[in-house]
C-alpha cells in the first residue's frame, strides 16, 4: 500500500456497556484514537471501548463514509450528538 496524506485507518470498537458497535476512521493509530473516545462525550459513558478490527486504507475518510452509509439503517439513534454507532445483531460473533 502506498503511503498518502489521505491514508490511515479503520476501526471497529466494541463495549460490554453498549450494545453497538463503533465504526471510524482516524490519521493515526487505532489505539491512540481509542484513548481519546474513552475520555469524550458521547462515547466515554458507554466505554471502555475496545479495538475489536481494524485496516490500514489509502483514504480512511472515503472507506469510513462507505462503511457508515452501509450500516446506515443501524444507526444508533439513541446515542445523542455521534453519528458512526451502529446496532448490528451479532456483535458478540465480530
Not at 493515526?28 to 466515554?44: A, D, G, L, T
Amino acid at each position: 500500500m502506498t503511503i498518502t496524506d489521505k491514508s490511515g485507518y479503520v476501526y471497529i470498537l466494541t463495549s460490554k456497556n453498549c450494545e453497538s458497535i463503533k465504526i471510524g476512521g482516524t490519521d493515526y493509530p487505532p489505539m491512540k484514537r481509542i484513548k481519546e473516545i474513552n475520555n469524550s462525550f458521547p462515547y466515554k459513558q458507554y466505554g471502555i471501548w475496545h479495538l475489536q478490527d481494524f485496516r490500514q486504507v489509502n483514504d480512511w475518510r472515503l472507506v469510513e463514509y462507505h462503511l457508515h452509509y452501509q450500516f446506515r439503517s443501524f444507526l444508533n439513534k439513541d446515542i445523542p450528538n455521534q453519528k458512526n454507532s451502529f446496532r448490528l445483531l451479532g456483535k458478540q460473533h465480530l
